[in-house]
């Protein structure tokens, strides 16, 4: 069979099984087996594909038609222009993650050397992304995974920040102080959505990276209650949220934070998805005693 056969009975088979993008799927996957780039599979498209390669690709289309996500099936997912490692043990970053990014960007050019953290790194795709993009930054990474800070290791050698990147297991901000910027992408999905989830996500990606009890805010609220005796006065916090919390996290972060300035930002589809919580620069807070953590 040829590449060009191989290629169109992988997009009829998922054609079949209704899959939408079957086209760039089965192209993804084929150059995936293949190892080659978009441009070369183009031009091999006449070569033959030995029979160990087209049972291969037979048993990676398997794997799709089980709603196994395409970047567990490759190990490799795109985030902010980089390149990032992923397996079952990281959720897979999304494209309105970016919105953090950009963000903490923006606020965090002004500043010589700020210490930021990513709370509930994953594959270390955000602090990643941000120690490339701020050479004088101190980023710290931290996740409750060892499994997941495994993945972010390999992602912090790939991208040459192992130096700068100090990736710690812990819960939340327990292992860090002295933060001028805390970014987070914690598990925000309330139990009643958990049960609505597709199959690719609810099947595949860690329940742990996912769940965020009743209401979707147990780590939010934790961070946020945490935060206070770890950000330094004028830091700022940068949570991705869901529309719905925006209220709910805003008041949160009243609490636990009394005079900062809170902010909802869109992301590119126009859903409020980011909260940003700039605390008040000096240091005379009227500490609310509020819940403990
Ligand atoms: C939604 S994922 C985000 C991963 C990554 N930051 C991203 O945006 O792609 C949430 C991450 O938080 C971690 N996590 C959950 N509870 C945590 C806790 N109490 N302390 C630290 N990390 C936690 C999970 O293991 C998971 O890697």
Redesign the pocket.
Known sequence: MSVKEALRKAIETLTLHRFEEAPLEAEVLLRHLLGIGRVELHLRLGDSLPPEQTAELDRLIRRRLSHEPIAYITGHKEFFGLEFRVNAN??I??PE?ELLVEKALELAGSHTSPTIA??????G??AIALAVHLPQAEVYA????AA?LEVAALNCERHQVTGRVHLLQ???LQPITGLDFILA???YVSDRQMQGLSDEVRLFE?A???SGGPDGLR?ISRLLAQARDKLHPGGAILLEISTEQRTDVAALAGRHLPGANVKVLPDLSGHDRAIVIESKADKNLAIDPGEGV
């Not at 990513?118 to 594959?123: A, F, I, K, L, M």
């Not at 931290?142 to 995974?145: F, G, K, L, R």
């Open positions: 990281t959720l970053p999304r993650t990513d709370v509930g790194t994953g594959c795709a955000i931290v996740d409750i995974s997941a812990g819960d939340l992408n914690l598990p860690p742990r990276a996912l780590q």
